[in-house]
């Protein structure tokens, strides 16, 4: 049974900092690349951040230079160190696991398996 377990959310002030986890278990966490989204209620998933299975990152632009994306294989185990947070990274933010990117990472149709989501919110 696959699980991605998120968790590491919570409340900050703006310019505050957070480290997201999400805990994989149930398929071979090195065979899959994974990224962080974030939603809004009645929004569509955003990409935040992707890592390969080689450790290649990559982040959407509003995220570079305050986020870093990392793994560790040895724990199955992604996270998400968010620092100089903005009131407008306030949303649900979820942990991916995928197999083939299709079209783009940043494409939720890239990713077969997905956490419940942990809650980021951040006060100005």
């Known amino acids: 049974q696959v699980q991605l377990v998120e968790s590491g959310g919570g409340s900050v002030q703006a310019g505050g900092s957070l480290r997201l986890s999400c805990a994989a278990s149930?398929?071979?966490?090195?065979?899959?690349?994974m990224a962080w989204f974030r939603q809004l209620p009645g929004k569509e998933r955003e990409g935040v951040a992707y890592?390969?299975?080689?450790?290649?990152?990559t982040y959407v632009d509003s995220a570079k230079g305050r986020f870093t994306i990392s793994r560790d294989n040895a724990k199955n185990t992604l996270y998400l160190q968010m620092n100089s947070l903005k009131p407008e990274d306030t949303a649900m933010y979820y942990c991916?696991?995928?197999?083939?990117?299709?079209?783009?990472?940043?494409?939720?149709?890239?990713?077969?398996?997905w956490g419940q989501g942990t809650q980021v919110t951040v006060s100005s």
């Open positions: 991916a696991a995928g197999r083939y990117i299709i079209y783009n990472w940043t494409r939720s149709a890239s990713y077969q398996y």
């Open positions: 149930g398929y071979t966490f090195t065979g899959y690349f």
């Open positions: 890592i390969g299975k080689s450790g290649v990152t």
